[in-house]
């Protein structure tokens, strides 16, 4: 296994929870380096799997396996690429939601505020939009929307006034620019901490990732057998709210199903973590980005 790209989170709980048949289809979201693709053909015999992603730095990290077809798009396309695969419909669908361990290592990506690079971080090179045009060209009330909502920033209006002050005299370009003008707001006990919320939320707001998930959990029910597991991996408090919204009422935004008029709710899915899995502590220690890791699994009713 390919750990130097990227170490699985949450590795047996996940596969445990898709529960593989050996002739079974299964789709992994989020291939990366690979991590669960390797341990899902290590159950499966003449099975099949459909892998997602979109960066081709996973591409190149790819399986050479005849039972693997690899799809180089966002998963937010999960129904029309199974549909041209005629591979519909699946016995479960697995997805990490987090950044690649590579991504973060590979300075020139934009995506760490430990290395000085362009303000990119892309997950597909070929999209034209990167963070610095977030930067630079977004209202005062869109850069304060986007660091409130997917940094989860107090402070989010002060820290625009001083991006907005910046770009007024010249574009902001480098992580390096980015993180000086955030080290103004840091705490100083947890600096670390903030400038990783500030590059989350213009990380999420450049891939459409909010937007990628809600699509890709909506065409889910659609492509899985009845019994189907649905396993999601998620890391932000956003994200996990979405999934478990999803899970107990098939909206992303509903918390609680709609009932019939006898009371009944008219759900989906069943949940089958009733209560959210997490790391072990052994787990967090040799792997510190697991920290905020949050697993949920679901199974697909019968038609509803």
Do not use: C
Not at 76 to 99: C, H, N, S, T, W
Not at 181 to 200: E, N
Not at 278 to 288: A, D, G, Q, R, Y
């Amino acid at each position: 296994m390919n750990t130097t790209y990227h170490i699985p989170v949450l590795l047996q709980s996940s596969i445990d929870g898709i529960n593989i048949r050996p002739d079974g289809t299964y789709v992994d979201l989020t291939f990366g380096g690979g991590g669960h693709s390797r341990a899902i053909l290590e159950k499966l015999n003449n099975g099949r799997l459909i892998v997602f992603d979109q960066d081709e730095d996973a591409w190149e990290n790819r399986i050479d396996d005849s039972r693997v077809e690899f799809v180089r798009h966002n998963f937010r396309y999960l129904y029309q690429f199974l549909k041209y695969l005629e591979a519909m419909p699946v016995d479960g669908i697995l997805a990490d939601l987090g950044v690649s361990s590579h991504h973060f290592d590979a300075a020139d990506r934009g995506f760490s505020f430990r290395f000085d690079a362009d303000l990119d971080m892309r997950m597909n090179k070929n999209q034209s939009f990167t963070a610095a045009d977030i930067l630079n060209t977004y209202s005062e009330k869109q850069l304060i929307t986007v660091f409130k909502l997917y940094g989860e920033i107090s402070s989010s209006r002060r820290l625009v006034s001083e991006i907005i002050n910046y770009r007024n005299i010249k574009p902001l370009k480098t992580t390096w620019e980015l993180k000086e003008l955030a080290s103004k707001l840091a705490p100083r006990k947890d600096a670390a901490r903030f400038y990783g919320q500030v590059f989350q939320a213009l990380r999420i707001e450049v891939n459409g990732e909010m937007e990628a998930l809600k699509e890709m959990l909506e065409s889910s029910y659609s492509v899985l057998k009845p019994g189907g597991r649905l396993v999601i991996i998620s890391y932000h408090s956003l994200e996990d709210r979405m999934v478990k919204n999803f899970m107990r009422t098939g909206n992303v935004e509903k918390s609680q199903p709609e009932t019939d008029i006898f009371g009944h709710a008219n759900t989906p899915f069943k949940v089958v973590t009733r209560k959210v899995i997490v790391p072990e502590e052994e787990e967090v220690s040799l792997n510190p980005r697991a920290r905020s890791a949050k697993l949920r699994i679901a199974e697909r009713a019968e038609n509803v």
